[in-house]
């Protein structure tokens, strides 16, 4: 299994409007395409202004395939010219990770 950890960096004031444009315009396309994610979170503490998301491929040639079917998709596409036209991410960190055998991700 592959992971895929993202960070997010969001505008301060602005987690929330970014959250509604993705949860309007870019949920449903982005499930089609790979699934529910393993989780999708926002800080409460700490490094405040954070959203973090996990998603699980099978392996990385399955992560190519459904990343570059999402890629493709118009509504997908318009949700990526809406999310840039606000202008909220500042900065976004993108780890692909493999579980430990001892901690596999359940799904």
Known sequence: MLIDHRTYRIRPGCVQPHLDIYEQHGYAAQTRHL??????????????????????YENATDREKKRAAMAADPEWRNYLKLNSEAGYLENQVTKL??????????R
């Open 35 to 56: 699934g529910k994610p393993v989780a999708y979170m926002f800080a409460e503490s700490g490094d405040l202004n954070t959203i973090v998301h996990i998603w699980a």
């Open 97 to 106: 990770m493999i579980p430990a055998k001892f901690a596999p991700i359940i």
